[in-house]
């Protein structure tokens, strides 16, 4: 560290700005909801397990029903590049 001629406190000092204030607020969109919003646009509510009762991440446990999910629609599985 250059702390005698203030190169290395001046570089940091510079780069962070002293009069922008924060929030502590979470993000708008956490990654749960995404995933619960885009699988309602994708498909109708009865033929997808609901998202929004159970954990995102219990349903990759699952890999076959999360591929069939995520797969893109008009692409016939046999013809899907993965």
């Known amino acids: 560290m250059r702390l005698n001629d203030n190169r290395w406190t001046r570089a940091v000092s510079d780069w962070t700005?002293?009069?922008v204030k924060y929030t502590t607020a979470r993000p708008p969109t956490r990654w749960s909801d995404f995933?619960?919003?885009s699988f309602?646009?994708?498909y109708n509510a009865i033929l997808v397990f609901r998202m929004d009762?159970?954990?995102?991440?219990a349903h990759t446990c699952?890999?076959?029903k999360w591929k069939d999910c995520w797969?893109?629609?008009g692409i016939p599985?046999?013809?899907e590049s993965s």
């Open 35 to 37: 995933s619960t919003k």
């Open 62 to 64: 699952e890999r076959d």
């Open 40 to 42: 309602k646009e994708r």
């Open 77 to 79: 599985e046999d013809q």
């Open 53 to 57: 009762r159970i954990h995102w991440m």
């Open 17 to 19: 700005p002293q009069n």
């Open 71 to 73: 797969r893109q629609r």
